[in-house]
């Protein structure tokens, strides 16, 4: 599997954007049936989780930095997930992940997926 995130770029502060993650490769119904989760990693600091759904999209979990602000969601049959963030800060600056989950319903740890995108940048201007 394959996935392409894509969506990032310069937004000013108290903005939103949409990041979306699209999945392709032979097995695609692995997007299908597992879950899919995003995660963030700023310069010098470590991944982290921002966001997960599970496979039919009827469980949602988020990081408490991010809780209220940013809403995942997933249209499988564009085997797609999306990531819409609002009230954007600078502090939400980083490169943005998406990630396929080993299992239906998969949360924070990242021993929990097993396919990652590239990653794409979201900068929030202050």
């Known amino acids: 599997v394959q996935l392409q995130a894509s969506g990032g770029g310069l937004v000013q502060a108290g903005g939103s954007l949409r990041l979306s993650c699209a999945a392709s490769?032979?097995?695609?119904?692995?997007?299908?049936?597992?879950?899919m989760g995003w995660f963030r990693q700023a310069p010098g600091k470590e991944r982290e989780f921002v966001a997960s759904i599970s496979w039919r999209g009827s469980i949602t979990t988020y990081g408490d930095s991010v809780k209220d602000r940013f809403t995942i969601s997933r249209d499988n049959a564009k085997n797609t997930v999306y990531l819409q963030m609002s009230s954007l800060s600078p502090e939400d600056t980083a490169v943005y992940y998406c990630?396929?989950?080993?299992?239906?319903?998969?949360?924070?740890?990242?021993?929990?997926?097993?396919?990652w995108g590239q990653g794409t940048l979201v900068t929030v201007s202050s």
């Open positions: 490769g032979r097995t695609r119904s692995t997007i299908s049936n597992n879950g």
């Open positions: 990630a396929a989950g080993r299992t239906a319903i998969v949360g924070a740890g990242l021993q929990a997926y097993v396919y």
